[in-house]
């Protein structure tokens, strides 16, 4: 049991470029968040999903785009890489019925 | 909208010193509330969890949160900590909806 898994760890980006963050977990979890942490800010919600085929923004959604075509992954778009793209990127889910969120070991993305 | 305050940005303290860092929630209504801590390199782990019950609140590796409602705080605290709690801890708020609200964290380093 794996939990919640992120690929890359790290990753750096020219500004224009475009990636994919990938996020899966392997406990049926119908919650599945993305998460951007910049130091003194805490976490801030970019999108979030309650299941298969939907999703919705959260509190940072400019510059990103998410799909969650299956309930093991919620990966994260980014089209067009900004400087303010530079953070560390965190994925979280839940099951239906919890309420405590488990969150995989991030993705550190810098943007030059 | 909902928001969490950590008062303290940074602490530093002694191994055996006691700690006490605040949160200061603004959701009037039912909230649930939780304590995640970040060891440096890792990902977030839950500390501990206020649903409802008793507003004394125990959690892992000896720490524990009260939860007092007329003054809107959820503060943690440990009587004597050690090395290895050199963390940074984020206080979070689940209101109405499927969403977590985090606050600011606290970096914390003890000093051996």
């Known amino acids: 049991n794996a939990g919640v898994t992120q690929t890359p760890k790290f990753r750096i980006l020219k500004i224009g470029q475009s990636m994919t963050l990938q996020c899966t977990q392997d406990?049926?979890?119908?919650?599945m968040y993305w998460y951007r942490q910049d130091p003194g800010m805490g976490l801030k919600l970019i999108y979030y999903?309650?299941?298969?085929?939907?999703?919705d923004k959260g509190e940072v959604p400019n510059g990103y785009n998410v799909s969650r075509s299956t309930t093991e992954d919620f990966p994260l778009r980014l089209e067009l890489a900004a400087p303010s793209q530079t953070s560390v990127y965190f994925c979280?889910?839940?099951?239906?019925?919890?309420?405590?969120?488990?969150f995989g070991p991030g993705t550190r993305l810098l943007v030059l | 909208a909902q928001s969490v305050s950590q008062h303290n940005h940074h602490v530093i303290l002694s191994e055996a010193a006691s700690l006490e860092l605040g949160c200061n929630y603004s959701y009037g209504g039912t909230v649930n509330l939780f304590w995640y801590v970040q060891y440096p390199g890792q990902h977030l782990q839950l500390l501990l969890k206020y649903f409802s019950g008793d507003p004394l609140v125990k959690g892992i590796k000896g720490f524990e949160a009260e939860f007092i409602k007329s003054k809107f705080s959820f503060n943690l605290r440990k009587p004597s900590v050690q090395w290895s709690d050199t963390a940074e801890y984020f206080c979070?708020?689940?209101?109405?909806?499927?969403?977590?609200?985090f606050g600011g964290g606290t970096r914390v380093l003890v000093k051996p």
């Open positions: 406990m049926n979890h119908n919650y």
């Open positions: 979070a708020e689940k209101a109405a909806g499927n969403k977590l609200t």
């Open positions: 979280a889910s839940r099951g239906q019925t919890q309420e405590t969120q488990y």
């Open positions: 999903s309650v299941g298969a085929g939907i999703t």
